[in-house]
């Protein structure tokens, strides 16, 4: 490492980026083992992806007669995996977003409504802080602390007879276990969105909130015209976190709703069922209806992964 | 000076007369002022907002809780409804004298400390790499922080696969090296290692995150007095640089060590269902276990318990750190 001094810190080098960090000019020991390291890196990250990615396509003398990370070939390239697979997993894709949608836009309203009452409100420190506590420790109860008595109490709640309208209009019994889902991770979500939104208004100008205050305009006012608009690029980070954590979390779908075979099964839970069952060995399979279950999350973070990533190192 | 100038709903008008009257002597009593006097300026105003999300979150995870602790007292089953005239802590007393519990409980600890120390190690020298002023930084970012967005569900598909006897990617490669091949899943003395390697793989890139707006916040002058002192790379990042690393580190300790007392979603959906493969049952597996495969509902809030008290004894340093630090 002979020459540290001259490629060293990365805010440091900002300076001499042109030279040090310029294309492939100069030979530069240091930057080749960097870039080798990076290189490294991303192997090893697409390495499982890009391996279930090619074994989703092949028929099943095709997965134990090649590489597991060779593409198909002819012979045994098939798309039949994933056509079952979204024979199997298919509704779950609808299951899943009709409570993923719901609760990931209702937490995020809600969280924004905590955190902006706990913020804006003047609430006096010493009774501001242990809230937040609560409302910080709250994002890493695990849900295992808490299943007994959510089963309970969701037995107890006559959810059958309160949405027997529903049913009438020919919706099957099975979907109490979507309402449960959108309630529960409502509830669940709202720790984190608080806490995302909090650092987010805690920024926000006081000056303008000041004056609209001594102008005379109500909490309510405050809100819909000043903090609300102002919003909106946490809204975005929130909604993809939520949406995320809900579309992927199982042990919530475990319980509630119980089993694959249920028409309102989400789709994690249905993916997990594959692995359990005789067709645990057909990987093919196994891959095909994964990518199927990411694909939402994917999408949205490919679209948006700035905001995930501000989400998650928030 | 008064804020309540709400023009608005009815309570507001009654708080500003609250206001007046206090002005004037504080003849009566007004529950509303008081509240705000005592709380804060706009304390009630502001419960339109506050109190049903507070609600909300006391009773689904604080009154849970306590009702789980409750239930962990009685001797429930799971059918009908618990006894809670006759309570003891029975049911702590057979965690301690179940080897599987004991068993669970040395897994969970061994993976929250190595899973955690691991992925910090890799999260770093990764976010090291990226701050380096590369090209394709966000390529980089992007593909390293994409297993972040998969559930635990389907990267089990991809590890079970990737651990696969005959046809796995690992074993494919270690005997094309010269190396036998190796049951990773189904060697007990070898699966909570594989466990935690797929963990890792997943939560790599979220420690590099955390790590990467730590160092983006260090200022530059810090790297360059280094260099004027004539510190070579690794001893500027190793004596400079790392050290001003501590929040990034603590926050991202927290967080990991929570997802790992959670890996219940990875190890479900790995092979087994309820029952984990030997040797990677941990804590938050036999919970679920107990409770809706083999219905000891009381037993499982037990240990669901003790769960809650691990996850506490990581999470309470932590507000009081951020406490310290005017974060809350």
């Given amino acids: ?314 | 000076m008064t804020r309540n100038t709400d023009t608005g709903d009815g309570s507001g008008d009654a708080v500003t007369d609250g206001g007046v009257t206090e002005e004037r002597g504080g003849s009566g009593f007004n529950p509303i002022t008081a509240l705000n006097e005592r709380f804060g300026s706009d304390f009630v105003e502001s419960s339109q907002f506050w109190l049903p999300p507070f609600l909300l979150v006391g009773l689904f995870v604080y009154g849970a809780i306590i009702w789980n602790l409750l239930i962990s007292l009685t001797d429930f089953s799971g059918f009908g409804t618990p006894d809670y005239s006759d309570l003891d802590l029975e049911m702590y007393g057979r965690a301690l004298a179940d080897s599987g519990f004991v068993d669970a409980a040395i897994n969970t600890f061994i993976l929250l400390v190595g899973f955690t120390l691991v992925t910090l190690a890799i999260g770093l020298g990764l976010a090291i790499l990226i701050d380096r002023n590369i090209r394709f930084e966000n390529t980089f970012r992007t593909i390293y922080l994409l297993p972040m967005s998969l559930s635990f569900v389907v990267t089990a598909q991809f590890w079970a696969w990737m651990f696969n006897f005959n046809n796995g990617v690992i074993n494919i490669v270690i005997t094309s090296l010269g190396f036998g091949r190796v049951s990773w899943i189904g060697n007990p003395d070898i699966v909570l290692w594989a466990v935690m390697f797929a963990l890792m793989w997943q939560f790599a890139g979220y420690a590099m995150v955390v790590f990467l707006a730590g160092l983006r916040a260090i200022p530059s002058e810090h790297y360059e007095a280094a260099k004027v002192d004539g510190a070579s790379t690794v001893r500027m990042y190793w004596r400079v640089i790392i050290p001003q690393l501590k929040g990034s580190t603590i926050s991202a300790s927290v967080v990991l060590m929570v997802f790992a007392l959670k890996a219940f979603d990875f190890l479900y959906s790995l092979v087994g269902g309820y029952r984990p493969p030997n040797g990677a049952d941990i804590l938050a597996t036999k919970m679920v276990r107990e409770a809706y495969a083999n219905l000891n509902w009381a037993y499982a809030s037990a240990i669901a318990i003790t769960l809650f008290v691990m996850t506490l004894g990581i999470v309470g340093p932590y507000l009081y750190y951020q406490y310290n630090r005017g974060n809350l």
């Avoid at chain 1, 083992?33 to 192997?43: A, H, N, P, R």
């Avoid at chain 1, 045994?76 to 409570?99: H, I, M, P």
């Avoid at chain 1, 303008?208 to 975005?236: Q, T």
Wanted: aromatic share 12%; net charge negative.
């Fill in chain 1, 1 to 314: 490492m002979s020459d540290d001094a001259r490629t060293d810190g990365g805010t440091a080098s900002a300076t001499d980026s042109g030279a040090s960090a310029g294309p492939l000019s100069e030979v530069d020991g240091y930057r080749v083992l960097l870039y080798l390291g990076l290189l490294g890196f991303l192997t090893f990250f697409m390495v499982p992806i890009e391996s279930g990615l090619v074994t989703s396509f092949k028929t099943s003398s095709g997965v134990t007669g090649s590489l597991p990370f060779a593409p198909p070939t002819g012979s045994t390239f098939t798309l039949e995996k994933w056509q079952t697979a979204f024979d199997a997993l298919g509704r779950g894709l609808v299951n899943s977003a009709l409570y993923a949608i719901p609760a990931t836009v209702i937490s995020a309203l809600l969280g924004s409504f905590a955190a902006y009452g706990l913020t804006q409100s003047n609430w006096k420190q010493r009774y501001k802080a242990p809230v937040l506590a609560l409302f910080v420790a709250g994002i890493f109860i695990p849900y295992q602390a808490v299943l007994v008595p959510l089963s309970q109490f969701w037995s107890m709640i006559p959810l059958q007879e309160a949405l027997g309208f529903l049913w009438a209009l020919g919706i099957n019994n099975d979907y109490t276990g979507i309402v449960e889902l959108i309630v529960t991770h409502v509830a669940y979500g709202l720790p984190i969105c608080t806490v995302l939104f909090r650092s987010y208004y805690k920024n926000m100008s006081e000056e303008m909130i000041e004056a609209a205050r001594l102008d005379g305009a109500s909490i309510r006012r405050i809100y819909r015209r000043i903090v609300l608009p102002l919003s909106g690029p946490m809204f975005a980070v929130v909604l993809i976190y939520q949406f995320t954590q809900i579309w992927n979390d199982l042990l919530f779908t475990l319980v509630l709703v119980q089993t694959e075979s249920s028409a309102a099964a989400p789709i994690v839970l249905i993916l997990a069922g594959l692995g359990t069952s005789l067709e645990g060995q057909d990987f093919a399979l196994r891959m095909a209806g994964a990518f199927i279950a990411a694909l939402p999350t994917l999408a949205v973070y490919i679209a948006f992964g700035e905001e995930f990533a501000e989400g998650v190192a928030t």
